[in-house]
């Protein structure tokens, strides 16, 4: 396996416990992508507030999240009350992604899939690989464009009409303007684009935007007391939320949008291949607390169906390790919680101990900034952490690259 291109991600793409599933069938769902023409436009916004209107009328709705990102999908589950998963076109290929979504479709009435960026962006500026294009064909969709509309009339007809014309395979079925000034701003705007139609907008509310910081929105998520995972917030109320759906009942046309949903061709099905093993093999520590908390569902889901029972625990709040055969340290906020973390000694000095001892850790990330020697912040301040790596994370003060990552491996692992 020497000198194999792996991909960085997913868990599910890693050889030890993927496996190919094979087309089955197809089955037919109501399902919309809500695209942006680039990142900042508001998507997250539109699919809860799709997802809260959607739900007031009783409706089961199923959401997805395109690309890497554990953030936005925290919003999701606490709109619907059900777990949002991602998928991604690169990372996991066209039959996981099938299969993933026919999964989290199960018992839902509807399926609400946010894009990631732009429309077209991907892995390449000349290629639709990893973008939410590629998702929507997959996907047989509908797609909702997001438009930043602020300061906008007639051009927005010029700014759809390209989208509508780059890709004769994607269908654009409606828009959505955001950040208009009133309702007669988005009257003007229905009646330069008829074709296809604006099915709602919504106003500048500054005070109404979700919370961001330096890896995007805050996390949705509320952690009980030694990072349970009982402690997530599926389908609990949430006072922005409850605006944006009340502004979207008012400001769209929820009949068309379902029209619009209804009207996508059946998926093909993946047969969901289930690798059961027998009874429990293992216990895996999965450490689940405010610093971290970027876990993707269905990792876990197959390390479960593997034969792994999950132990959550928390760097943060607990003082010693749960009996486990292995730990999983997630992504997430560690930096946030540099001086908690380094002051919980006893934490630190079993994970030590865990790992001197040869015991299996996995760690990404933000987990991966903790076994080193020590965080330091943007202002030189240093906080100890585990020890385990040497070596020092130095925190910089603004973002240093964002994309996807291919590496080939020069001798064989448990990576490739």
């Known amino acids: 396996m020497s000198n194999t291109p792996i991909k960085q991600g997913f868990l599910l793409k890693s050889g030890l416990i993927f496996k190919e599933s094979k087309l089955k069938d197809q089955f037919q769902i109501p399902r919309i992508v809500i695209a942006g023409t680039g990142s900042g436009v508001g998507k997250t916004t539109v699919v809860v507030s799709l997802i809260h209107a959607l739900r007031k009328r009783g409706m089961r709705v199923a959401s997805f999240k395109c690309g890497p990102d554990y953030l936005d999908p925290t919003y999701h589950a606490r709109a619907s009350g059900r777990t949002c998963h991602n998928i991604d076109g690169w990372m996991m290929g066209r039959e996981a992604v099938l299969s993933t979504f026919a999964e989290g479709c199960k018992d839902a009435d509807i399926a609400l899939i946010e894009g990631v960026m732009g429309l077209f962006d991907g892995l390449s500026p000349t290629a639709d690989t990893g973008s939410t294009a590629e998702i929507a064909k997959w996907l047989s969709a509908p797609v909702l464009l997001v438009v930043d509309a602020k300061g906008m009339a007639r051009t927005i007809a010029a700014l759809v009409k390209g989208f509508q014309d780059f890709d004769p395979d994607l269908r654009l079925a409606g828009v959505v303007s955001n950040f208009v000034g009133s309702e007669s701003h988005l009257s ?229």
């Not at 910081?213 to 007391?225: D, E, K, P, Q, Y």
């Open 188 to 416: 003007l705007l229905r009646m330069a684009l008829s074709n296809p139609p604006i099915i709602g907008g919504f106003p500048k509310s500054p005070e109404q935007a979700f919370p961001e910081r330096h890896l995007g929105l805050h996390s949705a998520r509320n952690f009980s007391r030694g990072g349970q995972l009982g402690g997530r917030t599926e389908g609990v109320k949430d006072p922005r939320i409850e605006y944006w759906g009340s502004v979207c009942e008012e400001w769209f046309d929820i009949d068309q949008v379902l029209d619009i949903a209804r009207s996508g061709l059946p998926v093909k099905r993946e047969a969901d291949e289930q690798i059961c093993l027998g009874p429990e093999r293992c216990r895996i520590g999965v450490a689940l607390d405010e610093a971290f908390h970027f876990y993707y569902e269905d990792n876990l889901k197959r390390l479960r169906t593997l034969g792994a029972e999950l132990i959550y625990f928390s760097p943060l709040h607990d003082s010693e390790l749960p009996h486990v055969d292995g730990l999983y340290i997630g992504g997430g906020y560690p930096e946030i919680h540099a001086q908690a973390l380094a002051a919980n000694q006893s934490m630190k000095l079993a994970v030590k101990k865990f790992g001197e001892n040869g015991r299996p850790i996995y760690a990404e990330c933000g987990g991966l900034m903790y076994l080193t020697d020590e965080i330091v912040m943007v202002d030189k301040t240093a906080h100890s952490m585990v020890g385990l790596i040497p070596g020092t994370t130095q925190m910089g003060e603004k973002l240093k690259a964002l994309g996807y990552v291919e590496v080939t491996t020069e001798s064989d692992s448990i990576l490739g």
